[in-house]
C-alpha cells in the first residue's frame, strides 16, 4: 500500500488533474493506493474570508460564495463528460446548497465561533475528495470515495484538533479492511472522538492525514505531491537560488517544517517516523525530478548544513529580574503557563545568569502568551522581583538544519560572520542541545537579504552575487558600465561571481532596478525613469533594497556625494571610490570612515584616488600591514600635470595644452583643481595618511606655478583668457630648465612627517625625467627599501585605467 497526498496546486484545475490521474493510475498499477486531497488551490483562503465576511454582516459574502460555488462547477463540466457529470454535479450542488445555508446562518447570526469555521472550512476537501473521485472513476480507475471525519478522530480543539492516534489508527484499519485498489479521501477533515462534531487539523493539515493513514496501515512510502521537487535548501519565494534537497533524516524534515519550511505540515513527520515509513517529496508538475526522500537515516557524508527555513513573523517575549535567581521553578511555570493557553513555544534562550529567558511565539499569539505569563508571575511582578514582560515584535526566525553539525566545529562562526558583513544584528541566537539547528532572530526588514547570503555561503560553495550602486556616469562611470557588461559572463562562469548593477544616478537623474539594470540601454531607462536625482533619496533606496553585498562606486567629484559616505558604511554597505573629496577631508573624518568601515564590517576601497589604477594604495598597506615604516615619498602624482608639461615646448600657448588635456578626458572636471596643486595635495596627504601619519590638507606647503589671477577667476572660460595674459610666465619657466637640459615635473614629497608640492626640474639620470605622457611615479622609502626605493609606475590618469582600478577594488569586495 501507498499513501499519496496531492497539494491544493495540484488539484487547483482539471489541467493539473489530469496530471494527478496519470500518476495515480501507473502508481496503483503495482498496489493498492490511498490518495489524499486538499481542497482545490485558494478554496480554504475563500472559505475563510466568506465566512469572515458573512460574520461582519457584509453582503459582499455572496460574491464570494459565488466564485467558490462557479469554481467547482466548471470544474465538474471540465472534468467529465455530459453522460457521466449529472449525479456529481447533484452531489456537489447539494454540498454547496448546504454551504450556502451555513453561511447565511452565520450572516444573520453575525457570529463565528471557531466550532463553525472548522466546519465550514471542511467543505473545502470534501468537495474536492467527491469531484476527484468520479473523475478517476469516470476514466476507468478502481477507485472508492472515503470520507476521513468517520476515522480520523480528535479532540474538540477546533482550528487545530489533536488526534487521539489509538481511536484512529483502530477505525482506519477497520475502514481500508476492504479497500479499493484506489480510495479517496479528503485530508484536513476529522470529526471529535466524544460528539462527532466536524474538526480540522489545522492548515495544511492533509500532509498530516495522509501521514496517519500511511502509519495506521504500515504503509511502504508515503508521497507528497506538491508544487516544487522537493524539500529546497530554502523557502524558494524568497531565495530564488535555492534547490532541492536528495535526502533528509526525520529529524532534520522536522525541524525544517517546524521552522517554517511549508511544503510539509509539521506533525506529519511523528506518525511515519514511528512507523518507519519513507516519505517521498515529489512535484507534480515535474514527476520524473527525484524530489526529497525522508528516512530514518540521511547519508553520513554530504552537506553538513541541509537546509534553512524561515517564520516571517515572531516575537520575543522577555523575562527579567535581578529576582528570578531567587524565584523557584521560573521556567516550569513559564512554559506551564503558555502550554495551558495552548501558546506554541518556536525557540528559547536563557541567559546563563538566569537574570532572563527569552522566548520566541507565533506573532498571533502575543495577546495570550502577554496574558497567561503576566498572570503567573503576577506576585513577583507587583513585589519588583521581576519586571512586566517586554514584548518585541517585528522579528524573523531563520533556522539551519543538519544532522552532522554537532561533528563539525565552525557552523555557527560562518553563519555569524555572513550576518555580521550584511550589517544585519542578531537579536538572539539558540541552538538545540542536540545541535540538529541552530536558530537566529533578527529584524524582519533584514530577513530575505540574510537567507540569500546564508544560502550563498553554505550551498553554493563560492558563488556570490554582488550588487553596485553607481553615482556618476561621466567618463569614468560610463567605461565602468561597458567593462561590467563585457566581463558578466566572464566573472558567471569563471569565478562564480554574479555582478549586477541595481542602481544608476547622474546629477539629474536616478534609476533603481534590484534584479540588475539591463546594460545594453541604461541611458534610456535612466533618462526615461523621471526619477530625479537626489543624494540623500538614493541613499536611503539603497538602504531600503537592503540586498546583500552591496557596493556603492562613487565616482563622482561632489563634496555633497562624500557627506553621505559614513551613513553609507554604517549601514553595512562598501564603497569603492576615486573621489578624493572624503579621504583629503579633516583627518577626523577619515578616521571616522575608515573605522566605521571595520565596525560596520563593510570596505571603504580608494585604491583609485591615487594614480588611477596602479596599486599605489594597496602597496603601500601592504608594506604597512606587513610592519614596515614608511620615511619618504616622492612622487609625481598628477597624470594631468605630467601629459601637459611633456606636451608644451613654449611653442604653443599653455591654455592650449591644458584644454587638450581636458578633451582627452585627463583632468579633473574643472582643470584649476588640478594646476593649482590642491589635488597633488591631496593625493599625497592620502598616502601621508595611509602610511599612519596624522596630516591635514594645511600642513602641505604648496608652491604653485601659475599666477593667483589665474586662479581666482569665475568661469572656465574666464581662466583660459588669463593663462594667455600671462602666457609669458611658462614661457619663462620653460625656458629656463630647457636651458639646462632639465625637464619639469610637478612633484609631491613626504618626508618624515613634512609634505610640501611644487613643479621642479630634473636632469636625465633621475628617474622622473624620462616618465612619459601621463604617467604616475610613486617612491616609497621605507625600513625595508632603504637603498633602492620601490617603484609604482604607469599610467595615471584617464578613463579606462581609473574604471579598471574600480573594478579591482570590487572584485577585492567579492574576494573577501
Ligand atoms: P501544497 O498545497 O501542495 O500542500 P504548500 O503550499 O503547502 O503546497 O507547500 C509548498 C510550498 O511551500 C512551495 O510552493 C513553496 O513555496 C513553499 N516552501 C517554503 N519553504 C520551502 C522549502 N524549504 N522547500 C520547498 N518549498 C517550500
Ligand atoms: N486546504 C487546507 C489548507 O489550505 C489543508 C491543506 O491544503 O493541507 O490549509
Ligand atoms: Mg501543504
Same mark, same amino acid.
Given at each position: 500500500m501507498f499513501v499519496l497526498k496531492f497539494g491544493g496546486t495540484s488539484v487547483a484545475t482539471s489541467e493539473n488533474l489530469k496530471k494527478v490521474r496519470n500518476i495515480v493510475s501507473e502508481q496503483s498499477e503495482s498496489q493498492k493506493v490511498v490518495v489524499v486531497v486538499s481542497a482545490l488551490g485558494g478554496i480554504t483562503n475563500q472559505l475563510q474570508e466568506c465566512a469572515l465576511l458573512a460574520s461582519e454582516g457584509k453582503e459582499s459574502y455572496k460574491e464570494v460564495l459565488q466564485s467558490i460555488e462557479k469554481r467547482h462547477i466548471e470544474l465538474c463540466n471540465e472534468l467529465l463528460s455530459v453522460k457521466e457529470r449529472n449525479n456529481t454535479l447533484t452531489r456537489t450542488k447539494l454540498l454547496l446548497n448546504d454551504l450556502e445555508d451555513i453561511y447565511r446562518g452565520v450572516f444573520l447570526i453575525r457570529e463565528l465561533s471557531p466550532r463553525s469555521l472548522d466546519h465550514i472550512l471542511s467543505y473545502g476537501e470534501v468537495l474536492s475528495a467527491a469531484i476527484i473521485s468520479d473523475y478517476f472513476r469516470s476514466t476507468g480507475l478502481d477507485t472508492l470515495l472515503l470520507d476521513s471525519k468517520n476515522f480520523i478522530k480528535t479532540d474538540n480543539r477546533f482550528g487545530k484538533a489533536t488526534v487521539d492516534a489509538k481511536t484512529t489508527y483502530t477505525k482506519i484499519q477497520k475502514e481500508f479492511e476492504s479497500a479499493a485498489q484506489i480510495s479517496v479521501c479528503p485530508g484536513f477533515v476529522a470529526s471529535s472522538k466524544n460528539d462527532g462534531l466536524i474538526t480540522t487539523l489545522g492548515r495544511g493539515g492533509s500532509d498530516?492525514?495522509?501521514?496517519?493513514?500511511?502509519?495506521?496501515?504500515?504503509?511502504?512510502?508515503?508521497?507528497?505531491?506538491?508544487?516544487?521537487?522537493?524539500?529546497?535548501? +530554502?523557502?524558494?519565494?524568497?531565495?530564488?537560488?535555492?534547490?532541492?534537497?536528495?535526502?533528509?533524516?526525520?529529524?532534520?524534515?522536522?525541524?525544517? +517544517?517546524? !521552522?517554517?519550511?511549508?511544503?510539509?505540515?509539521?506533525?506529519?513527520?511523528?506518525?511515519?517516523? $514511528?512507523?518507519?515509513?519513507?516519505?517521498?517529496?515529489k512535484n507534480t508538475f515535474q514527476s520524473d525530478n527525484p524530489g526529497t526522500l525522508i528516512s530514518k537515516d540521511g547519508p553520513?557524508?554530504?552537506?553538513?548544513?541541509? *537546509?534553512? #527555513?524561515?517564520?516571517?513573523?515572531?516575537?520575543?517575549?522577555?523575562?527579567?529580574?535581578?529576582?528570578?535567581?531567587?524565584?523557584?521553578?521560573?521556567?516550569?511555570?513559564?512554559?506551564?503557563?503558555?502550554s495551558r493557553q495552548e501558546v506554541n513555544v518556536i525557540m528559547i534562550t536563557q541567559a546563563s545568569s538566569e537574570h532572563s529567558i527569552t522566548v520566541g511565539i507565533a506573532l498571533d499569539d502575543i495577546d495570550k502568551a502577554r496574558q497567561a505569563i503576566s498572570e503567573e508571575f503576577s506576585y513577583e511582578i507587583e513585589t519588583h522581583k521581576i519586571n512586566p514582560l517586554e514584548v518585541e515584535t517585528g522579528l524573523s526566525i531563520i533556522a539551519l538544519v543538519g544532522s552532522r553539525m554537532k561533528k563539525q566545529v565552525g557552523v555557527s562562526a560562518k553563519l555569524f560572520d555572513t550576518l555580521s558583513h550584511n550589517g544585519v544584528n542578531i537579536r538572539a541566537i539558540a541552538q538545540g542541545s542536540t545541535?540538529?539547528?541552530?536558530?537566529?532572530?533578527?529584524?524582519?526588514? $533584514?530577513?530575505?537579504? #540574510?537567507?540569500? #547570503?546564508?544560502?550563498e555561503s553554505f550551498f553554493l560553495s563560492d558563488r556570490r552575487k554582488l550588487h553596485l550602486f553607481m553615482i556618476g556616469v561621466g567618463n569614468v562611470g560610463q567605461v565602468f558600465i561597458e567593462q561590467v557588461k563585457a566581463q558578466q559572463e566572464y566573472?558567471?562562469?569563471?569565478?562564480?561571481?554574479?555582478?549586477?548593477?541595481? *542602481?544608476?544616478?547622474? +546629477?539629474?537623474?536616478?534609476? !533603481?532596478?534590484?534584479? *540588475?539594470?539591463?546594460?545594453?540601454?541604461?541611458?534610456?531607462?535612466?533618462?526615461?525613469?523621471?526619477?530625479?536625482?537626489?543624494?540623500?533619496?538614493?541613499?536611503?533606496?539603497?538602504?531600503?533594497?537592503?540586498l546583500r553585498n552591496s557596493v556603492c562606486i562613487d565616482s563622482t567629484a561632489s563634496e555633497d556625494i562624500a557627506k553621505l559616505y559614513k551613513d553609507v558604511l554604517e549601514s553595512s554597505i562598501s564603497i569603492v571610490t576615486p573621489n578624493k573629496i572624503a579621504c583629503s577631508s579633516s583627518f577626523n573624518n577619515f578616521k571616522e570612515l575608515t573605522d566605521s568601515a571595520i565596525k560596520y564590517k563593510s570596505k571603504f576601497l580608494y585604491e583609485t584616488n591615487v594614480g588611477a589604477g596602479l596599486p599605489v594604495i594597496s602597496t603601500l598597506n601592504d608594506l604597512i600591514k606587513s610592519g614596515d615604516e614608511v620615511h619618504k615619498i616622492q612622487a609625481v602624482l598628477s597624470g594631468t600635470l605630467n601629459f601637459i608639461f611633456n606636451n608644451y615646448d613654449g611653442t604653443q600657448k599653455f591654455s592650449e595644452v591644458v584644454q587638450a588635456a581636458k578633451e582627452a578626458g585627463f583632468t579633473e572636471p574643472d582643470p584649476r583643481i588640478d594646476l593649482s596643486g590642491v589635488d597633488v595635495m591631496r593625493k599625497?596627504?592620502?598616502?601621508?595618511?595611509?602610511?599612519?601619519?596624522?596630516?591635514?590638507?594645511?600642513?602641505?606647503?604648496?608652491?604653485?606655478?601659475?599666477?593667483e589671477e589665474c586662479m581666482n577667476t569665475d568661469s572656465l572660460d574666464e581662466f583660459y583668457t588669463k593663462l594667455d595674459e600671462h602666457d609669458e610666465v611658462f614661457k619663462e619657466i620653460y625656458k629656463k630648465a630647457d636651458k639646462q637640459n632639465k625637464r619639469l615635473k610637478y612633484v609631491a614629497t613626504f618626508v618624515d612627517g613634512k609634505s610640501q608640492t611644487g613643479l621642479e626640474a630634473f636632469e636625465a639620470d633621475h628617474p622622473f625625467y624620462n616618465l612619459g605622457g601621463k604617467d604616475n611615479i610613486v617612491l616609497f622609502h621605507t625600513n625595508r627599501y632603504s637603498d633602492q626605493p620601490l617603484v609604482v609606475k604607469g599610467a595615471g590618469a584617464g578613463a579606462a585605467v581609473t574604471a579598471s582600478g574600480i573594478f579591482a577594488d570590487i572584485m577585492k569586495i567579492a574576494s573577501a
Amino acid at each position: 500500500m501507498f499513501v499519496l497526498k496531492f497539494g491544493g496546486t495540484s488539484v487547483a484545475t482539471s489541467e493539473n488533474l489530469k496530471k494527478v490521474r496519470n500518476i495515480v493510475s501507473e502508481q496503483s498499477e503495482s498496489q493498492k493506493v490511498v490518495v489524499v486531497v486538499s481542497a482545490l488551490g485558494g478554496i480554504t483562503n475563500q472559505l475563510q474570508e466568506c465566512a469572515l465576511l458573512a460574520s461582519e454582516g457584509k453582503e459582499s459574502y455572496k460574491e464570494v460564495l459565488q466564485s467558490i460555488e462557479k469554481r467547482h462547477i466548471e470544474l465538474c463540466n471540465e472534468l467529465l463528460s455530459v453522460k457521466e457529470r449529472n449525479n456529481t454535479l447533484t452531489r456537489t450542488k447539494l454540498l454547496l446548497n448546504d454551504l450556502e445555508d451555513i453561511y447565511r446562518g452565520v450572516f444573520l447570526i453575525r457570529e463565528l465561533s471557531p466550532r463553525s469555521l472548522d466546519h465550514i472550512l471542511s467543505y473545502g476537501e470534501v468537495l474536492s475528495a467527491a469531484i476527484i473521485s468520479d473523475y478517476f472513476r469516470s476514466t476507468g480507475l478502481d477507485t472508492l470515495l472515503l470520507d476521513s471525519k468517520n476515522f480520523i478522530k480528535t479532540d474538540n480543539r477546533f482550528g487545530k484538533a489533536t488526534v487521539d492516534a489509538k481511536t484512529t489508527y483502530t477505525k482506519i484499519q477497520k475502514e481500508f479492511e476492504s479497500a479499493a485498489q484506489i480510495s479517496v479521501c479528503p485530508g484536513f477533515v476529522a470529526s471529535s472522538k466524544n460528539d462527532g462534531l466536524i474538526t480540522t487539523l489545522g492548515r495544511g493539515g492533509s500532509d498530516y492525514t495522509a501521514a496517519l493513514i500511511a502509519a495506521a496501515l504500515e504503509a511502504k512510502e508515503i508521497q507528497i505531491w506538491t508544487d516544487v521537487s522537493g524539500m529546497m535548501t +530554502s523557502d524558494p519565494r524568497l531565495v530564488p537560488n535555492a534547490h532541492p534537497i536528495e535526502h533528509l533524516s526525520y529529524e532534520e524534515a522536522m525541524e525544517l +517544517s517546524h !521552522f517554517g519550511a511549508k511544503v510539509i505540515y509539521p506533525p506529519t513527520i511523528q506518525p511515519v517516523l $514511528d512507523a518507519d515509513i519513507p516519505v517521498h517529496i515529489k512535484n507534480t508538475f515535474q514527476s520524473d525530478n527525484p524530489g526529497t526522500l525522508i528516512s530514518k537515516d540521511g547519508p553520513e557524508n554530504g552537506q553538513v548544513v541541509k *537546509g534553512t #527555513s524561515c517564520i516571517q513573523e515572531i516575537a520575543l517575549c522577555t523575562l527579567t529580574g535581578s529576582g528570578m535567581i531567587a524565584v523557584p521553578n521560573i521556567s516550569y511555570r513559564l512554559f506551564g503557563s503558555l502550554s495551558r493557553q495552548e501558546v506554541n513555544v518556536i525557540m528559547i534562550t536563557q541567559a546563563s545568569s538566569e537574570h532572563s529567558i527569552t522566548v520566541g511565539i507565533a506573532l498571533d499569539d502575543i495577546d495570550k502568551a502577554r496574558q497567561a505569563i503576566s498572570e503567573e508571575f503576577s506576585y513577583e511582578i507587583e513585589t519588583h522581583k521581576i519586571n512586566p514582560l517586554e514584548v518585541e515584535t517585528g522579528l524573523s526566525i531563520i533556522a539551519l538544519v543538519g544532522s552532522r553539525m554537532k561533528k563539525q566545529v565552525g557552523v555557527s562562526a560562518k553563519l555569524f560572520d555572513t550576518l555580521s558583513h550584511n550589517g544585519v544584528n542578531i537579536r538572539a541566537i539558540a541552538q538545540g542541545s542536540t545541535e540538529l539547528n541552530i536558530t537566529v532572530v533578527i529584524d524582519k526588514k $533584514d530577513l530575505k537579504k #540574510s537567507l540569500n #547570503s546564508i544560502h550563498e555561503s553554505f550551498f553554493l560553495s563560492d558563488r556570490r552575487k554582488l550588487h553596485l550602486f553607481m553615482i556618476g556616469v561621466g567618463n569614468v562611470g560610463q567605461v565602468f558600465i561597458e567593462q561590467v557588461k563585457a566581463q558578466q559572463e566572464y566573472l558567471a562562469k569563471k569565478h562564480n561571481l554574479d555582478v549586477y548593477i541595481a *542602481g544608476l544616478a547622474n +546629477s539629474r537623474q536616478m534609476y !533603481f532596478h534590484e534584479e *540588475g539594470i539591463d546594460l545594453e540601454n541604461w541611458q534610456d531607462l535612466m533618462e526615461n525613469n523621471h526619477q530625479k536625482m537626489d543624494t540623500e533619496k538614493f541613499v536611503e533606496k539603497m538602504k531600503d533594497l537592503n540586498l546583500r553585498n552591496s557596493v556603492c562606486i562613487d565616482s563622482t567629484a561632489s563634496e555633497d556625494i562624500a557627506k553621505l559616505y559614513k551613513d553609507v558604511l554604517e549601514s553595512s554597505i562598501s564603497i569603492v571610490t576615486p573621489n578624493k573629496i572624503a579621504c583629503s577631508s579633516s583627518f577626523n573624518n577619515f578616521k571616522e570612515l575608515t573605522d566605521s568601515a571595520i565596525k560596520y564590517k563593510s570596505k571603504f576601497l580608494y585604491e583609485t584616488n591615487v594614480g588611477a589604477g596602479l596599486p599605489v594604495i594597496s602597496t603601500l598597506n601592504d608594506l604597512i600591514k606587513s610592519g614596515d615604516e614608511v620615511h619618504k615619498i616622492q612622487a609625481v602624482l598628477s597624470g594631468t600635470l605630467n601629459f601637459i608639461f611633456n606636451n608644451y615646448d613654449g611653442t604653443q600657448k599653455f591654455s592650449e595644452v591644458v584644454q587638450a588635456a581636458k578633451e582627452a578626458g585627463f583632468t579633473e572636471p574643472d582643470p584649476r583643481i588640478d594646476l593649482s596643486g590642491v589635488d597633488v595635495m591631496r593625493k599625497i596627504l592620502i598616502l601621508a595618511r595611509v602610511s599612519g601619519y596624522k596630516l591635514e590638507l594645511d600642513d602641505i606647503v604648496n608652491n604653485g606655478f601659475v599666477p593667483e589671477e589665474c586662479m581666482n577667476t569665475d568661469s572656465l572660460d574666464e581662466f583660459y583668457t588669463k593663462l594667455d595674459e600671462h602666457d609669458e610666465v611658462f614661457k619663462e619657466i620653460y625656458k629656463k630648465a630647457d636651458k639646462q637640459n632639465k625637464r619639469l615635473k610637478y612633484v609631491a614629497t613626504f618626508v618624515d612627517g613634512k609634505s610640501q608640492t611644487g613643479l621642479e626640474a630634473f636632469e636625465a639620470d633621475h628617474p622622473f625625467y624620462n616618465l612619459g605622457g601621463k604617467d604616475n611615479i610613486v617612491l616609497f622609502h621605507t625600513n625595508r627599501y632603504s637603498d633602492q626605493p620601490l617603484v609604482v609606475k604607469g599610467a595615471g590618469a584617464g578613463a579606462a585605467v581609473t574604471a579598471s582600478g574600480i573594478f579591482a577594488d570590487i572584485m577585492k569586495i567579492a574576494s573577501a
